[in-house]
């Protein structure tokens, strides 16, 4: 067992092997961060919850700075290198103006919002502008893709077209990237941006079958321009 996934599994999340749906994420992850690990890093993750996976990068990453954005306010997990912000990452208007106003590039951004198809995309696109060159964008619980169309999921509807071409996972695995949510423009912006897009699933009888019945998240490094 790696070092993040024994600090995810002390802290109950389930992007570890033992908590709730135990996705094992951070089998896949440490062999990105682990690089990382003692440097001044800035993280944003989208998704609090109870704040189990910013307890898990306070203690792996020891000097970074992490911020946690949520529909909700979870200032309760803040503390001297966690801060948290409300972010409803459904709203354009809402990332545009995160974008805007924050001073941060950020080293890593991971999503682990809302899990809906346009959400996850049109988030990738606006916050890889905060992202470093070289930088690490992490989209979590993909298998969501693999979902009925109109299943409710927090809140509202799966949006899964019959031939599933607008899903985050059909995106991921064509190349070039193509959002059916993003203009040709922008799509072409991000393609260039990502060349290294790494998907990786795992059966999990611990996810419902109507997701597949497996675990997927991705990894996408964005290039350096030097």
Known sequence: MNELTRLANYHHSDK????DSQHGF???YEQFFSDLK?????????GIYHGASLRTYYDYFPKASILGLDILDK?????DRIACRVLDQSDMQALFDFIDETEIMFDIIIDDGSHHMKDQQ??????SKVLKDGGIYIMED????LGENNAPL???NLEIWSDKTNTTLHYLTNKPLKSVYLSDAQNKEIAEQ???????ERINDKVPAAFGGKSITSVLIKKNKA
């Not at 200032?75 to 503390?79: A, F």
């Not at 990502?194 to 990786?200: G, I, L």
């Open 38 to 46: 003692n440097e001044p890093i800035n993280i944003a993750e989208i």
């Open 194 to 200: 990502y060349e290294q897009v790494y998907v990786f």
């Open 122 to 127: 049109i988030s990738f696109y606006y916050l």
């Open 154 to 156: 927090y809140g509202k």
């Open 142 to 145: 993909i298998h969501t893709s």
């Open 16 to 19: 570890g092997t033992t908590a």
């Open 75 to 79: 200032s309760q997990h803040q503390n």
């Open 26 to 28: 951070t089998q896949v």
